[in-house]
């Protein structure tokens, strides 16, 4: 079993930068990928960027270019370095951890709140 230990997030004014961070412990398979997603209210979960456990990014087209998305050496922690924001990356943020070895179906974090003001 995988936790995921979310931290980051907070209240920046549109423009400023903030960093997620999220740690994977537990039993970790490999290959994996791990990822971001954001929600807001009445609107379903989307990917905001995720990486493989071989560096492979990807990105949602709203944010390219303004996120950045990486894994330490060890490859258990993934960080999502989030500048130029906008009032509508306002949602709350959640880790994703997936790997074809590991039979759950993957795990999500708890999720931390970013909020841009205008």
């Known amino acids: 079993q995988v936790q995921l230990v979310e931290s980051g997030g907070g209240l920046v004014q549109a423009g400023g930068s903030l960093r997620l961070s999220c740690a994977a412990r537990?039993?970790?398979?490999?290959?994996?990928?791990m990822g971001w997603y954001r929600q807001t209210p009445g609107k379903q979960r989307e990917l905001v960027a995720s990486i493989t456990s071989g560096d492979n990014a990807n990105y949602a087209d709203s944010v390219k270019g303004r996120f950045t998305i990486s894994r330490d050496n060890a490859k258990t922690t993934v960080y999502l370095q989030m500048n130029s924001l906008k009032p509508e990356d306002t949602a709350v943020y959640y880790c994703?951890?997936?790997?074809?070895?590991?039979?759950?179906?993957?795990?999500w974090g708890q999720g931390t709140q970013v909020t841009v003001s205008s």
């Open positions: 537990g039993i970790i398979f490999s290959p994996n990928t």
């Open positions: 994703n951890f997936v790997s074809k070895w590991d039979p759950s179906g993957g795990y």
